[in-house]
């Protein structure tokens, strides 16, 4: 089972909407991440939080905000997505150690934007 | 280009076949990561290894760190085993590269 819950699950907006996709670990983890995932690209790195402070930010479009209030919560803020935005949004954490470390995905948020 | 290459794109196999999966990177690495994804997104993480050989039930992931290159192997296939599997590298901190991913059917 594992030890990161992403919700909901799906989720389908409009492009004017405004939405927040939420992760938790349980594993006691420090550094937690979000990946876009479309379909047939790579996975793509989009924020990562170490600590609670933010260490990378991969040009990621503003209208993708994200917030790690703990290093056990991580949101990610969506507002005036665009329908290309349409993508699987998975959450991972790791222990945060340089070199070492092991990533725990969550199930995935599948965003649809109409 | 994409700093991880993963061959073959797609893969059939006969249920009992011997399979492999290549991943080729093109940075200096701290490790390497092999991942499984299943239908519907959730990820599970297989191995992560910096050196020679790891092992697990019929998985077995092999590096070579002066070649840049990794490979999966798979004894025994099974349906269960269908899935898409990634490769990815750690450069250093928390920097991470994707493969595209393997998409793996065995067939009964």
């Known amino acids: 089972e594992t030890g990161v819950t992403q919700t909901p699950r799906h989720l389908v907006m409009g492009m004017t909407n405004k939405k927040s996709l939420k992760c938790e670990q349980h594993?006691?983890?420090?550094?937690m991440y979000w990946y876009k995932q479309s379909a047939k690209k790579p996975l793509e790195l989009m924020f990562v939080y170490n600590f609670k402070e933010q260490t990378e930010n991969n040009s990621v479009p503003s209208r993708f905000s994200p917030e790690c209030p703990n290093s056990s919560h991580l949101f990610l803020h969506l507002h005036t997505l665009q329908p290309e935005d349409s993508a699987l949004y998975l959450c991972a954490s790791s222990s945060g150690l340089a070199g070492v470390d092991t990533q725990y995905f969550g199930p995935g948020t599948r965003l649809t934007v109409l | 280009k994409n700093e991880v290459e993963q061959s073959p794109q797609n893969l059939t196999a006969q249920e009992g076949e011997f399979i492999t999966i290549n991943c080729s990177y093109s940075v200096g690495i701290s490790a390497l990561h092999w991942l499984q994804q299943h239908p519907g997104g959730g990820i599970v993480s297989l191995f992560m290894?910096?050196?020679g050989k790891k092992k697990h039930g019929r998985l077995i992931a092999t590096i070579n760190i002066q070649e840049k290159h990794s490979s999966l192997h798979i004894t025994a296939s099974h349906p269960r085993d269908s899935a898409v599997y990634i490769c990815?590298?750690?450069?250093?901190?928390?920097?991470?590269?994707f493969g595209t991913g393997t998409s793996l059917t065995v067939i009964p």
């Open positions: 594993l006691g983890h420090n550094a």
């Open positions: 990815a590298v750690n450069p250093t901190g928390n920097q991470f590269y």
């Open positions: 290894l910096s050196s």
